[in-house]
């Protein structure tokens, strides 16, 4: 238990400008850390076998955390919530934080061995949108998830909040590559099954019907799928919708896709 | 069309601010104004009938909005997008605005007619949750959207755009009475089904089945339906989900819900 009064103290510099998420990227990813954030994520964190670095909190925070941090000899820097908000750059509502060590990435063996569902994401930007997708996966019974090369991060502190810590739990990596990524998955014996509006997509009950081995095929918020994964995908499917209404939300999407999908 | 090079200018006040969310809910309110963002949700907003009290845009969405700004006398502010950011305090990605009248309340009656399946949202705070529920009511088939008095508004900002503007299409009120409000829609001939984990929850294709006119009813993000609305729903429901994983989104879950009633 370290107590800071100086907001420029360098061992906070794992906690610096939390908003800046072009700083936060680099930052993260040369030292291999990532931040947790609010009192469950980080519960989740530590207990999922992450290695803490530090964690940051404010007082009122420390008795609920107190048994976690009773496990570690990571230091807990104890800060006030003004002095939280000047070095992260805005106020953390549940003021606990931890910066953690990332662990070297699974091998897609791994995180396919006795998956029977998984969510395959093509090129999703939003931090957002991957975090609910890790969340209602695990919450509907997917058993893994694998990310192309340019997905955003789970691992990004607004993916693992959104997800509700998920992403700990939920075998993942990232796929080596782009181009016969889903031929690949073929090959490893799964259905490949896209989310997407292309002239042969049938409703997603159909397309899923009496498969075993299911990886659903997610794309980006904006374009959708690239045209290689529509098109090396073994099907097509669409969430059936009102007629005039364009699309929903990816991962309103993809929440009853895993819903359907685990009722197969 | 009027060039304003002047970020103080009175005749901005509409947009001023729009990161600071109770200085815009007090605007809102006394001015009778909403704001839409975005090329499509500004089209819509128009498009639906909404009266316009003026546009702000930078120079290069002129030419995509140019026939509907053609269909009205509203005055058409044009700034550059560093002006922008100074006057709405950010970034805003897709540089149109709209400023609109808000028009009075429907009346629940209004709302219903016709209407087969309506969500009723109770005390949901977060205007992503609203927006991202609108929209995929709307395009999961579901006809009306009911809000309990401290529900969080639908013509926020924020809710419009993660709604597409599907508030602009769905009929949608505030519910004058919280009490008695799940009684008063059984009495109007609606089965209420409650999202929540109760004792007494059935699986949600098991609730609504059989069911003709169906009010869904769903609570807020973190703590759940009040007691007195779990009480007084007909039936309660939930998503099946994977054990040990505590919840789905709301949004998501709703998602789910409206998917799985739209097929009873």
Redesign the interface.
Known sequence: MVEISDPGDPRLADYRDLRDVELRKSLEAEHGLFLAEGEKVVRRSVEAGYAPRSFLMAPRWLDGLGDLLATTDAPCYVLSEALIEQVTGFHVHRGALASLHRRPLASVEEVLAGARSVLVLEDLVDHTNVG?IF??G????FDAVLLAPRCADPLYRRSIK?G?GAVFTTPWTRLPDWYDALPDLARRGFTTVALTLSADSVPIEEAVDGVDRLALVLGSEGHGLSSRWEASSERRAI?P??AG?????V???T??AC??ATRR
């Open positions: 609910a969340r209602s695990a919450a509907l019974g959104v509700m969430i919708m009102r209404i364009d699309s929903l939300n991962a309103a999407a929440a009853v819903y359907v």
